[in-house]
């Protein structure tokens, strides 16, 4: 089993910076995917980001150029930088891991971010 645990999710200004991080511990396999999803009241559940054990990453494209995954598969941490947020963002951001063979997702308690006008 995995599990995941975010911080960082605060209320902050249109045009603010936000950094979220993910820390995963368990079992924990060498080759994963991590990313970043985000839903808002309503809505739903949308992917913000993701990035491979390898550094390949992927970005919706309402976030793109504003958005940076990064991680540190030694520490098993996954940030993302969010600059020029906008109203728009505001959600619930949930950390999520895929891997194995099928794959199995596993998901964080979400963190609230909220962008005020």
């Known amino acids: 089993q995995v599990q995941l645990v975010e911080s960082g999710g605060v209320l902050v200004q249109a045009g603010g910076s936000l950094r979220l991080s993910c820390l995963a511990s368990?079992?924990?396999?060498?080759?994963?995917?991590m990313g970043w999803y985000r839903q808002a009241p309503g809505k739903q559940r949308e992917l913000v980001a993701r990035i491979t054990s390898g550094g390949t990453t992927t970005y919706a494209d309402s976030v793109k150029g504003r958005f940076t995954i990064s991680r540190d598969n030694a520490k098993n941490t996954v940030t993302m930088q969010m600059n020029s947020l906008k109203p728009e963002d505001t959600a619930v951001y949930y950390c999520n891991q895929l891997q194995g063979w099928p794959v199995t997702p596993y998901w964080g308690q979400g963190t609230q971010v909220t962008v005020s006008s």
């Open positions: 368990g079992s924990i396999f060498s080759i994963n995917i």
